[in-house]
């Protein structure tokens, strides 16, 4: 098993910048696929982004791509998501997730959370 706790949520501006951080324990962690998802208030969990096992694959939804960074350091057990050009509606709880084997976008697919960071952006 792995234990998962995010950091690095707040206040930010739009057009701004943040980072959150998502500190794994437990052994193996190296083997896991790492996501990132988010939900805002009155919606449904979606996805952000996910990381291979040596960080070689990255995989972003649609909305994300060119603003949102995933990166993993597996000698500090962490993976990161990098977030730019932040708008009012990036606001929401971001948790990261992971499973043992492939890409998944789906979060149903994650059988390990994180507790969320909160993110809100003002406008």
């Known amino acids: 098993q792995v234990q998962l706790v995010e950091s690095g949520g707040g206040l930010v501006q739009a057009g701004g910048s943040l980072r959150v951080s998502c500190a794994a324990s437990?052994?193996?962690?190296?083997?896991?696929?790492m996501g990132w998802f988010r939900q805002a208030p009155g919606k449904e969990r979606e996805f952000v982004a996910a990381?291979?096992?040596?960080?070689?694959?990255?995989y972003y939804a649609d909305s994300m791509k060119g603003r949102f960074t995933i990166s993993r350091d597996n000698a500090k057990n962490t993976v990161y998501l990098q977030m730019n050009s932040l708008k009012a509606e990036d606001t929401a709880d971001y948790y990261c997730?992971?499973?043992?084997?492939?890409?998944?976008?789906?979060?149903?697919?994650?059988?390990?959370w994180g507790q969320g960071t909160q993110v809100t952006v003002s406008s």
């Open positions: 997730a992971a499973r043992e084997w492939g890409y998944s976008d789906v979060a149903s697919g994650y059988p390990y």
């Open positions: 437990g052994r193996r962690f190296s083997s896991y696929v």
């Open positions: 990381i291979s096992w040596n960080g070689g694959s990255t």
